[in-house]
Nanobody, 118 residues
Framework: VHVVESGGGLVQVGGSLTLSCAAS????????VGWYRQAAENQRELVAG???????QYADSVKGRFAVSVDNAKNTVFLQMNNLKPEDTAVYYC?????????????WGQGTQVTVSS
């Protein structure tokens, strides 16, 4: 399974970005998603997640501003980020989990840089 992220970039405070994370692999069935971010010298933190059982969940720092969604037909997940703040600046990673040839596996995307300028 190959996971490709896209959609990062430079945006001004208050702006919006949508990140995409596409998982390719004919035998992979997407089940859970996590969006993480890592700012310089910080640990990687979970900011949003989604599963069919629980639905979307968000860290307090992004609640009300970020929204995660999934296109199961395309094995693609999205992170809509609104009202961006300088502290949202980080490399964002997606982590997808699901069955791959009847085995449960998780895969990371390569990361995409989000920079919010004030």
């Amino acid at each position: 399974v190959h996971v490709v992220e896209s959609g990062g970039g430079l945006v001004q405070v208050g702006g919006s970005l949508t990140l995409s994370c596409a998982a390719s692999g004919s035998s992979f069935t997407l089940a859970v998603v996590g969006w993480y971010r890592q700012a310089a010298e910080n640990q990687r933190e979970l900011v949003a997640g989604f599963s069919s059982r629980v639905g979307p969940q968000y860290a307090d720092s992004v609640k009300g501003r970020f929204a995660v969604s999934v296109d199961n037909a395309k094995n693609t997940v999205f992170l809509q980020m609104n009202n961006l703040k300088p502290e949202d600046t980080a490399v964002y990673y997606c982590n997808v989990g699901g069955k791959d040839d009847d085995e449960w596996n998780t895969y990371w995307g390569q990361g995409t840089q989000v920079t919010v300028s004030s």
